[in-house]
């Protein structure tokens, strides 16, 4: 839940980023809209092909999900071009959209049938939580760096969310080597 929390923040920054950092790309006050829908875009294709693949998902493809989404960010962030941009707007979207459903099937096979409400509200609270903050974040973080350094900022971010998944994360018990 902890890096999860860390994509929601980065995310939340971006979100606050780009209408200035679509109309610097040329792309006027209707930007925000397009890089929206870019994004949308990508999920829907991201939740869609992640759930055509389920039954083979493992709790761990969320370090890689995590890792792919600050990747994208760095290229979104330095693309210049806005046509560039909002191409990697749509992959950052698919990457997005896989990790959600990752995320969301980890709870189900990581935590007690008994705690999985619990485990729902607490991640969607938290989830929001840090949401919410980056947005009131983001006029301090826009009186000291650029949108793509924000951006960049927001691609580290993701990043160290990775790294905490990956050394957080218990083994799959569908890993898990049995005793002869």
Request: contains cysteine.
């Given at each position: 839940?902890?890096?999860?929390?860390?994509?929601?923040?980065?995310?939340?920054?971006?979100?606050?980023?780009?209408?200035?950092?679509?109309?610097?790309?040329?792309?006027?006050?209707?930007?925000?809209?397009?890089?929206?829908?870019?994004?949308?875009?990508?999920?829907?294709?991201?939740?869609?092909?992640?759930?055509?693949?389920?039954?083979?998902?493992?709790?761990?493809?969320?370090?890689?999900?995590?890792?792919?989404?600050?990747?994208?960010?760095?290229?979104?962030?330095?693309?210049?071009?806005?046509?560039?941009?909002?191409?990697?707007l749509v992959?950052?979207?698919?990457?997005?959209?896989?990790?959600?459903?990752?995320?969301m099937?980890?709870?189900?096979?990581?935590?007690?049938?008994?705690?999985?409400?619990?485990?729902?509200?607490?991640?969607?609270?938290?989830?929001?939580?840090?949401?919410?903050?980056?947005?009131?974040?983001?006029?301090?973080?826009?009186?000291?760096?650029?949108?793509?350094?924000?951006?960049?900022?927001?691609?580290?971010?993701?990043?160290?969310?990775?790294?905490?998944?990956?050394?957080?994360?218990?083994?799959?018990?569908?890993l898990?080597?049995?005793?002869?």
């Open positions: 839940m902890g890096g999860f929390a860390l994509a929601t923040l980065a995310t939340g920054l971006v979100n606050a980023t780009l209408p200035k950092f679509t109309s610097a790309l040329g792309l006027g006050a209707s930007g925000y809209g397009w890089a929206l829908a870019a994004l949308a875009c990508g999920m829907m294709a991201g939740e869609a092909l992640t759930g055509a693949i389920a039954e083979r998902i493992e709790p761990r493809w969320l370090a890689a999900g995590l890792a792919g989404m600050g990747a994208l960010f760095f290229a979104f962030a330095w693309s210049g071009s806005a046509l560039i941009a909002l191409g990697f992959a950052f979207g698919v990457a997005n959209g896989f990790t959600e459903v990752v995320m099937t980890a709870i189900h096979q990581q935590a007690d049938s008994t705690h999985q409400g619990r485990v729902f509200g607490v991640g969607s609270t938290l989830w929001r939580t840090t949401m919410l903050g980056a947005v009131a974040l983001a006029p301090v973080v826009d009186a000291v760096a650029s949108p793509a350094e924000a951006i960049t900022v927001a691609g580290v971010v993701l990043l160290v969310g990775a790294v905490l998944v990956q050394l957080t994360l218990r083994p799959s018990p569908r898990a080597t049995a005793t002869a």
